[in-house]
Nanobody, 118 residues
Framework: QVQLVESGGGLVQAGGSLRLSCSAS????????MGWFRQTPGKQRELVAT???????NYADSVKGRFTISRDNAKNTMYLQMNSLEPEDTGVYYC????????????WGQGTQVTVSS
């Protein structure tokens, strides 16, 4: 099992910045993918960005150029730096850890609320 704890959400005005953190603990694997997803009421949870254990990244088109995903493997922590925030970025942001060993096991954090006011 892997436990994930997100932090850093809050209320910010449009154009502002926030930095989310996701701290992982438990039975982690050397090969893994971590990612940020977000969900708003009435919509499906959507991918924001992912990062592999060796640092390869992937972003949703809607956040490219504004968000940066990173990780500190020594601290088992992943980050999401969000700049130029827009009201459309509002939602609950979830951290996910994909453990890859004889298959894939997915673990989710509890989520952190991000609200961007116009």
């Amino acid at each position: 099992q892997v436990q994930l704890v997100e932090s850093g959400g809050g209320l910010v005005q449009a154009g502002g910045s926030l930095r989310l953190s996701c701290s992982a603990s438990g039975s982690m694997t050397s090969i893994n993918v971590m990612g940020w997803f977000r969900q708003t009421p009435g919509k499906q949870r959507e991918l924001v960005a992912t990062i592999t254990n060796d640092g390869s990244t992937n972003y949703a088109d809607s956040v490219k150029g504004r968000f940066t995903i990173s990780r500190d493997n020594a601290k088992n922590t992943m980050y999401l730096q969000m700049n130029s925030l827009e009201p459309e970025d509002t939602g609950v942001y979830y951290c996910r850890y994909d453990s890859i060993r004889r298959g894939i096991s997915m673990y989710w954090g509890q989520g952190t609320q991000v609200t961007v006011s116009s």
